[in-house]
């Protein structure tokens, strides 16, 4: 709520005294509404009303808000979608006079062709997870090969944004009434399925592997959650736990 409402309104506040500005941006997620199945581009009412939930949370403790935050977020998988889907409502409600065009990309990843090629500056999202697979590390995953990977590259999200940020200043005098939405996502046109990343993922660090790498690549993705567990078990924890056996042994401190 911090970060993805409240941080919102404030910015909102900040515009609003820009007597100059011609237009704001706010990026929201393509999985805002992940509970729905078709997802149009419009701003959805959110479950709650955001301010009377602002206000609530204000005097609660930690363990109250973990007890009632499933019953809050309801089908959604995670307080992440749900507040996203609130700070649009939040936008929506709070423009008055700004000008004003909501961005969902889906998953963001390394670039496609601006600076170059695969460029990336941290290990967020699906970039941690391939390095992580690629060191050897990360040997196994909870997924469904059969579901769709919607990775966006960066440079077209940061593309998209651009160009909605210039479609939206350039409309002032004769802009639609309606809040413009934009998603921004690939796998409506060009779907990506996790059983295919594992095999990109495997046979790239194959042919070329990572330095220092912990062990040969070999990810692999289960949607059994008792099978994931058990090769958890084995492939991550019991190593750690043998390496840490080995580092104490030798005199080092545990990792």
Same mark, same amino acid.
């Given at each position: +709520?911090?970060?993805?409402?409240?941080a919102t309104q404030k +910015?909102?506040? !900040?515009?609003?005294? +820009?007597?100059? /500005?011609? @237009?704001?941006?706010? @990026? %929201?997620?393509?999985?805002?509404?992940?509970?729905?199945?078709?997802?149009e581009e419009v701003v959805? =009412?959110? =479950?709650?009303?955001?301010?009377?939930?602002?206000?609530t949370l204000d005097w609660m403790d930690d363990d109250l808000v973990a007890t009632l935050t499933p019953k809050l977020i309801g089908e959604r998988p995670n307080t992440y979608t749900? *507040?996203?889907?609130?700070?649009e409502y939040l936008v929506l409600q709070e423009a008055g006079d700004l000008n004003i065009a909501i961005v969902r990309p889906s998953i963001v990843g390394a670039s496609w062709k601006e600076p170059f090629p695969g460029w990336i500056d941290n290990f967020n999202g699906p970039s941690g997870i391939f390095i992580a697979a690629g060191k050897g590390i990360l040997r196994t995953m909870r997924a469904s090969n059969d579901a @769709?990977?919607? !990775?966006?590259p960066v440079d077209v999200v940061i593309n998209a944004? /651009?160009?909605?940020? &210039?479609? #939206? $200043? #350039?409309?002032?005098?004769?802009? =639609?009434? %309606?809040?413009m939405v934009y998603n921004c996502t690939t796998g409506g046109i060009n779907p990506f399925h996790w059983g295919e990343v594992e095999n990109c993922i495997n046979m790239t660090f194959k042919n070329n592997p990572l330095e220092q790498a912990f062990r040969r690549p070999n990810v692999n993705l289960r949607s059994n959650p008792f099978?994931?567990?058990? &090769? *958890? *078990? @084995? #492939?991550?924890?019991?190593?750690? !736990?043998?390496?840490? $056996?080995?580092?104490?042994? +030798? $005199?080092?401190? =545990?990792?």
């Open positions: +709520m911090q970060l993805n409402v409240l +910015m909102l506040a !900040l515009a609003h005294r +820009m007597k100059h /500005l011609e @237009v704001f941006i706010h @990026v %929201s997620t393509a999985y805002a509404h992940c509970d729905r199945e078709v997802i959805y =009412p959110p =479950p709650v009303n955001y301010r009377k939930l602002i206000d749900y *507040t996203k889907a609130l700070a @769709v990977a919607d !990775l966006v944004t /651009l160009a909605a940020a &210039w479609f #939206s $200043g #350039s409309q002032r005098v004769n802009r =639609p009434r %309606s809040l099978t994931n567990q058990y &090769w *958890t *078990t @084995v #492939s991550h924890t019991l190593p750690a !736990l043998l390496f840490d $056996g080995y580092l104490t042994l +030798m $005199g080092h401190k =545990p990792r």
